[in-house]
């Protein structure tokens, strides 16, 4: 005759589970996709009694820099043409002016702006674009933003 001991199994203590890299990552996400949401696209049929208030950002965008490419590739500096777009990485004539106006800025007092407002020429070969924002951010010119023509 042959016993069989049957063993009894330890209740299993619950794992902690540490979910904070977790919510780090999902605070990271929320914020990025706070920061990246334009509602620009809203159109609103607005009632005759009603009154917008202005925004900041109207303001803000005074103090950019506007810098537009045409098919041409001239590149042209608050309506002022500057040079030409060129193979190289650094375009030396956009440099210049930059480098310049953002120090004409600080010497006059004024809140150096960080800002420029692209405008490009659609058919404008990718390799332009990044010469162009890889110069801009080496004279000091940081923010961009892209001024596109909306569907209405």
Do not use: C
């Not at 800002?115 to 990718?126: E, G």
Request: no cysteine; glycine share 4%; hydrophobic share 40%.
């Amino acid at each position: 005759m042959r016993r069989t001991f049957t063993r009894k199994r330890e209740k299993a203590e619950p794992m902690e589970l540490d979910i904070t890299s977790l919510l780090d990552i999902l605070v990271i996400l929320l914020v990025f996709l706070l920061k990246s949401y334009n509602a620009s696209n809203l159109k609103l049929d607005l009632v005759k009694s009603l009154a917008i208030p202005d925004s900041k950002a109207r303001d803000l965008g005074a103090h950019a820099i506007i810098l537009q490419v045409d098919k041409y590739n001239n590149i042209w500096v608050d309506n002022k043409k500057i040079g030409v777009v060129s193979n190289g990485a650094k375009i030396d004539s956009l440099y210049d002016f930059l480098k310049n106006k953002r120090e004409v800025a600080s010497t006059d007092g004024k809140k150096k702006a960080k800002s420029i407002n692209l405008v490009l020429h659609k058919t404008l070969p990718y390799k332009a674009m990044q010469g162009v924002m890889h110069t801009s951010a080496l004279a000091g010119y940081t923010d961009f933003k892209f001024i596109v023509k909306g569907n209405y």
